[in-house]
């Protein structure tokens, strides 16, 4: 049964159904420079959970205001004063929320801009594809705050950057930004204007492709990466069969042979 996304509201997540299959989910916590308290992560649990039951094809993660997201709510958590089991099963809800985006099976474009800070870089790192404007910068200052990384960061940053170089932010406070963000790895997009322009055209090249075979890029990579060597390419070639044998595909094959589909060609 398909999902009508229109019906739904979740705290401080605005849900945007344009054109072309696309959806964009706005973190909706402007005065708190998005950051990310439990109500927010159930949300982003029960969201993530639905999106593969509706129409959303692809889809731009963005945020009101100045910044993507500062991270961990830390008002919330001094206030709740809570104990070791109580945050470790927070952190757990986290890595619910982000697995659900990252293995949901949905192409997820963040839009960023501003702070992309601790929690929020775990966020973002949850995506496939990050889109920086000139104002975005990245940090893990847990280090500094007597804290340690909750959400994911040692998995997906360390991936993203390599270990070493997400120590380094750990325990200086280094902050990237700008082409050396890319250089790093970071992003793979660093726009002059609107970071939510450049997402939006990206969510809605992939929100072309066939469900299935977005299905496989955006869930089976990682879960490959999680494998040995000889498993994954036992596993990739099981996916290979279900995906490039799919009837949806025959079309676009058949366009390929005739020579009508597009050409693979560099700019220019």
């Not at 959806?23 to 909706?28: E, K």
């Not at 659900?100 to 839009?111: V, W």
């Not at 889109?131 to 960061?153: H, K, N, W």
């Amino acid at each position: 049964m398909t999902v009508d996304l229109s019906t739904l509201a979740f705290p401080n997540l605005t849900l945007e159904e344009v054109d072309g299959g696309v959806l964009i989910v706005t973190l909706d916590r402007s005065a708190k420079r998005n950051a990310l308290d439990a109500e927010t992560i159930e949300a982003l649990v029960a969201l993530f959970s639905i999106l593969p039951r509706s129409t959303a094809r692809a889809v731009v993660l963005a945020a009101e205001g100045d910044h993507f997201c500062a991270g961990l709510d830390l008002v919330e958590h001094h206030e709740a004063d809570r104990s070791p089991a109580d945050f470790m099963h927070l952190c757990l809800r986290w890595h619910e929320a982000f697995n659900k985006m990252e293995y949901g099976g949905i192409p997820i474009i963040a839009s960023l801009k501003g702070a992309v800070v601790g929690g929020g870089l775990e966020l973002a790192s949850a995506a496939h594809i990050r889109v920086a404007d000139a104002s975005t910068y990245f940090a893990l200052p847990e280090g500094q705050r007597g804290l340690f990384t909750g959400g994911g960061a040692t998995i997906r940053v360390a991936n993203l950057v390599g270990k070493a170089r997400m120590i380094d932010m750990m325990l200086t406070g280094r902050i990237y930004q700008g082409p050396e963000a890319v250089e790093v790895g970071l992003v793979q997009y660093l726009v002059e204007g609107s970071s939510l322009d450049t997402s939006l055209e990206l969510a809605r090249k992939a929100a072309q492709n066939l469900p299935l075979t977005n299905f496989a890029i955006c869930s089976a990579v990682s879960h490959l990466g999680n494998m040995s060597a000889l498993d994954a390419a036992y596993a990739e070639a099981v996916i290979a069969g279900v995906v490039n044998t799919q009837p949806a595909a025959r079309e676009r094959l058949n366009a390929f042979a005739k020579g009508t589909a597009a050409r693979v060609r560099p700019n220019g």
